[in-house]
T-cell receptor, first 114, second 116 residues
Framework: AQSVTQPDIHITVSEGASLELRCNYS??????LFWYVQSPGQGLQLLLK??????LVQGIKGFEAEFKRSQSSFNLRKPSVHWSDAAEYFC????????????FGPGTRLSVLP | DTAVSQTPKYLVTQMGNDKSIKCEQN?????MYWYKQDSKKFLKIMFS???????INETVPNRFSPKSPDKAHLNLHINSLELGDSAVYVC???????????????FGPGTRLLVL
């Protein structure tokens, strides 16, 4: 069965520091990969997605992610974190041709220190 | 305008009751979804539904049933509520066509259900 793991439950970084959130997936074929962010009391918002082409994907709010097939990873990065980035981040994989089987990782909570 | 909306935002009820959560999308999407987000923030899909097909996650108890009065709505009805049903229920929609299975899902803000 398809699965997504996010090894870090909670990460704390200082404002202005760089950030990397890890995501690993388990799926036989090429997956469709997504990163979503959930701010307190808000719905999930798409940051970026990958399904083919360039393995380095640019998203909104200055985020990027790199797909590495050899490592089954899709890590999210940001060069300089802002206090408003504090939120819960979810990696997700769509694992069938009709995109109806969305599997989410357990999420990583990001705290930002002033 | 809110793309995917849910009502109510909060729902507190007693064990054994029957309740419904409503979801509406104004994006003209063909497919809608219900997810359950537990206390550890883990999102798990419960149903996906379009005008052709209902796909049910086999782990979902049959006390849960989606009802779609029209393409823009997918309500979640829960019978005989149990303590373990307490969670945030999140609705989503997507254009979801065979031509582009990578279409993004758009999520509602969630309904926080507390069963006492």
């Amino acid at each position: 069965a398809q699965s997504v793991t996010q090894p870090d439950i909670h990460i704390t970084v200082s404002e202005g520091a760089s950030l990397e959130l890890r995501c690993n997936y388990s799926y036989g074929a090429t997956p469709y990969l997504f990163w979503y962010v959930q701010s307190p009391g808000q719905g999930l918002q798409l940051l970026l997605k990958y399904f083919s082409g360039d393995t380095l994907v640019q998203g909104i709010k200055g985020f990027e992610a790199e797909f590495k097939r050899s490592q089954s990873s899709f890590n999210l990065r940001k060069p300089s974190v802002h206090w408003s980035d504090a939120a819960e981040y979810f990696c997700a994989v769509v694992a069938d041709n009709y995109g109806q089987n969305f599997v989410f990782g357990p999420g990583t909570r990001l705290s930002v220190l002033p | 305008d809110t793309a995917v909306s849910q009502t109510p935002k909060y729902l507190v009820t007693q064990m054994g009751n029957d309740k419904s959560i409503k979801c509406e999308q104004n994006l003209g999407h063909d497919t809608m979804y219900w997810y359950k987000q537990d206390s550890k923030k883990f999102l798990k899909i419960m149903f996906s539904y379009n005008n052709k097909e209902l796909i049910i996650n086999e782990t979902v108890p049959n006390r849960f049933s989606p009802k779609s009065p029209d393409k823009a709505h997918l309500n979640l009805h829960i019978n005989s509520l149990e303590l373990g049903d307490s969670a945030v229920y999140v609705c989503a929609s997507s254009p979801q066509t065979v031509d582009d299975p990578t279409e993004t899902q758009y999520f509602g803000p969630g309904t926080r259900l507390l069963v006492l």
